[in-house]
Nanobody, 111 residues
Framework: QVQLVESGGGLVQPGGSLRLSCAASGSIFSSYVMGWYRQAPGKQRELGATITSGGNTYYADSVKGRFTISRANDKNTVYLQMNSLEPGGTAVYYC?????WGQGTQVTVSS
């Protein structure tokens, strides 16, 4: 069973940046597609970005051009660089691998 632990959330002003990290353990990391989801207050969870074992990426339209997903297989870690954050980006961000979810990290975008 893989364990996913997110970090890097916090309070940021509109237009600011944050980098989220997700450390995975318990399985061979490099072989799996990794993803970031988010859930805003009162809304359903939505997919933000994914990255394959070969580094191919996918972005939801809502984050395309502002967020970058990457991975360091030697560190069993996946990242989400978030730039130009908007108040609508306030959400709990989750790292996902298959059916496994992390506990989430809170991102609040507010002045």
């Amino acid at each position: 069973q893989v364990q996913l632990v997110e970090s890097g959330g916090g309070l940021v002003q509109p237009g600011g940046s944050l980098r989220l990290s997700c450390a995975a353990s318990g399985s061979i990391f490099s072989s799996y597609v990794m993803g970031w989801y988010r859930q805003a207050p009162g809304k359903q969870r939505e997919l933000g970005a994914t990255i394959t074992s070969g580094g191919n990426t996918y972005y939801a339209d809502s984050v395309k051009g502002r967020f970058t997903i990457s991975r360091a297989n030697d560190k069993n870690t996946v990242y989400l660089q978030m730039n130009s954050l908007e108040p609508g980006g306030t959400a709990v961000y989750y790292c996902v691998r298959g059916a496994s979810w992390g506990q989430g990290t809170q991102v609040t975008v507010s002045s």
